[in-house]
T-cell receptor, first 114, second 113 residues
């Protein structure tokens, strides 16, 4: 079945540690890819997106993600996390074949120890 | 301010009752969406609509119904046929139907007693 997989359900890091959250999808063909973030008590908001071009995309707050087509992956990275990065992170896929349909992964809860 | 307004924020319902969640947007977006958020399961797509008077089922449409009579409104009805309706419901909209960049409301938490 077509899906979006986030294998890390809960990640706990200390401040200044490096972060990588995995995202894999199973849709064939061209896709748009996204990472959304939900800070405690706040709306879901867009962190970064990939439509085409350079597979390394940069988003807000120092986050970046790399699209590796051969691996169907779109992993999120940050070189040095801060306590304020504590949030839930969702990967999302928009398959071109499905027009407006946007499918989310199960999310990864990130906890940062001060 | 432009945005998406969901109401009510909290709703309690007895088993067997239908309930309608409101979603209004003043962003002039074409596409609107309903997701259900459960712990450990992320966001699951219930229904989405690209234009007025048209909508498509998402992955978990059973027990839900929607309408799109106006561009700015996309109400969701949780029917008594939905076996596990207690959840957090999120409405979203998108400026370009195929872009996938979503703007979310604050959500509605439904509890079935």
């Amino acid at each position: 079945a077509q899906s979006v997989s986030q294998h890390n359900h809960h990640v706990i890091l200390s401040e200044a540690a490096s972060l990588e959250l995995g995202c894999n999808y199973s849709y064939g063909g061209t896709v748009n890819l996204f990472w959304y973030v939900q800070y405690p008590g706040q709306h879901l908001q867009l962190l970064l997106k990939y439509f085409s071009g350079d597979p390394l995309v940069k988003g807000i707050k120092g986050f970046e993600a790399e699209f590796i087509k051969s691996k169907f992956s779109f992993n999120l990275r940050k070189p040095s996390v801060q306590w304020s990065d504590t949030a839930e992170y969702f990967c999302a896929v928009n398959p071109y074949s499905s027009a407006s349909k946007i499918i989310f992964g199960s999310g990864t809860r990130l906890s940062i120890r001060p | 301010d432009g945005g998406i307004t969901q109401s009510p924020k909290y709703l309690f319902r007895k088993e067997g009752q239908n309930v309608t969640l409101s979603c209004e947007q003043n962003l002039n977006h074409d596409a609107m969406y309903w997701y259900r958020q459960d712990p450990g399961q992320g966001l699951r797509l219930i229904y989405y609509s690209q234009i007025v008077n048209d909508f498509q089922k998402g992955d978990i449409a059973e027990g839900y119904s929607v309408s799109r009579e106006k561009k700015e409104s996309f109400p969701l009805t949780v029917t008594s046929a939905q076996k596990n309706p207690t959840a957090f419901y999120l409405c979203a909209s998108s400026m370009i139907p195929s872009s996938g960049e979503l703007f979310f409301g604050e959500g509605s938490r439904l509890t079935v007693l």
